[in-house]
């Protein structure tokens, strides 16, 4: 995944979560969904567009996500993708596990830098 | 748009379609899904204020390599394949689901209490792994080491398991009888150092069970309870009615052992047939009751489950077995 700002690292281990976590309360098409991404990340949370289609295929696979073909009055076809029942647990817990994980390298973030404080 | 940033966009869309794999429907959804995409990027990038050209190039730029796409895409997405192959995989999937229940319905009746549901387990066993094959899009490419460690432990857990409580060879009854027609099923011991039948049993059901679980990590996890759920309660509801109906039986040889056992120590000797079955207790299902009056007795019950099928029990044999 190519990012402008984050580690491709950090950008891949999050992805998951992004994704369902955008997809939770809207149906977005795959232009939408970077578009979204881009703006609520303050365009740091970037990738290319080419690379959200395999993730987004796998979570269709997983049962995460479900896709439907569109075809709006005045447009093109578009394939919109929504959360299932499962997805829908899945970020929930991912969500929880990832808050847990930040606080606690934030903890021990804090500590490192409280203790290059004192010395 | 000009005729040559369309020719690069049907370019790029060409060869990522003949990167993928899968069927034409899957390609041609696929291909229609990024080139929808790609144009609402270019015409955002020349809202913005972009060229034509220069707003095909950012976003041809951005899609990246077209192979990459595919390859990308084809190692998640599962491989289909004609409409009609799908249909005949349907087809093959529903046939082998057919054979599998009536398989079990009249396999099921020819064994008696745990050894009963060895053997139907054994045919599920045997036959889901092949419908979940069969059915299009249940399998799908993943890592397969992800199932290897579990189906390893699965091995390890049924092997234990199934050796736990098991009776030495020294202590295995054998049933015997001198009807050719009676099937008689029971472990036979080892006697030339090969192993034991329970033991082929155990290996046989360990390698099915670890191959299941390799299929069921391989499966998403709604349509992998879909899978166990149903495959447990059809064997359930299969099993627990002919334990049901072999409970029944039980109550009834004792009730008739009972009444035998009293009425020698009353008057010398078994009852004879007449004896039984006007003076025994009344039983769950036409039976049979045979009694030469001397040394012993038997009990012969049609299952009800199974027509052609009768449980036997001899007060001078040691087990319980099936007569077609």
């Known amino acids: ?119 | 748009m000009k005729k040559e940033n369309r020719e690069r966009i049907e370019g790029f869309l060409d060869e990522m379609e003949e990167s993928l794999s899968g069927s034409r429907r899957q390609k041609e959804d696929i291909r229609t899904e990024i080139e929808s995409d790609l144009l609402d990027r270019i015409a955002a990038e020349m809202d913005a204020g972009d060229s034509e050209k220069d707003a095909v190039d950012l976003a041809l730029q951005e899609m990246g390599s077209p192979h990459e796409i595919a390859h990308g895409i084809d190692g998640v997405v599962a491989p289909a394949s004609s409409s009609r192959i799908e249909t005949l995989r349907r087809l093959v999937s529903v046939g082998v689901l057919l054979w599998a229940i009536y398989l079990c319905l009249n396999v099921r009746p020819w064994s008696y209490g745990a050894e009963g549901a060895a053997t139907l387990a054994a045919v599920l066993l045997f036959h889901v792994p092949v419908i979940i094959f069969a059915w299009p899009g249940i399998i799908w490419r993943k890592n397969w080491l992800f199932g290897l460690i579990p189906a390893g432990l699965a091995i390890g857990i049924a092997m234990g398991v199934g050796m736990m409580g098991v009776a030495s060879n020294a202590e295995i009854v054998i049933p015997m009888t001198d009807d050719p027609g009676a099937i008689v099923e029971a472990s036979a011991p080892a006697s030339d150092g090969s192993m034991p039948r329970w033991g082929q049993w155990l290996l046989f059901g360990g390698i099915l069970c670890s191959f299941l679980v390799i299929l069921g990590a391989m499966q998403q996890s709604q349509q992998r309870r879909w899978v166990f759920g149903l495959t447990s309660l059809f064997f359930l509801g299969v099993e627990s009615a002919y334990q049901w109906e072999e409970l029944r039986f039980r109550q009834d040889w004792k009730e008739i052992r009972e009444f035998a056992e009293g009425y020698r120590d009353r008057r010398g000797g078994f009852p004879n047939k007449e004896a039984l079955l006007s003076g025994g207790p009344p039983l769950h299902n036409d039976s049979f009751l045979f009694s030469d009056g001397t040394d012993g007795y038997s009990l012969f019950w049609n299952r009800p489950l199974s027509g052609g099928f009768a449980l036997v029990a001899d007060s001078r044999e040691r087990s319980i077995r099936v007569q077609d």
Not at chain 1, 85 to 101: D, L, Y
């Open chain 1, 1 to 119: 995944m190519g990012s402008s700002r984050f580690s491709s690292e950090l950008i891949r281990s999050s992805t998951d979560l992004v994704l369902l976590s955008l997809l939770r309360d809207n149906s977005m098409y795959g232009y939408e969904i970077l578009m979204t991404l881009a703006d609520r990340g303050n365009g740091d949370f970037e990738f290319k567009q080419g690379t959200l289609y395999p993730v987004l295929y796998r979570l269709e696979r997983e049962g995460w996500i479900r896709a439907k073909w569109e075809i709006p009055p005045k447009g093109k076809k578009r394939k919109v993708y929504s959360l299932t029942a499962e997805g829908r647990k899945v970020q929930r817990v991912r969500a929880e596990e990832w808050a847990r994980f930040t606080r606690s390298v934030n903890a021990i973030l804090e500590e490192c830098d409280h203790e290059e404080g004192k010395s």
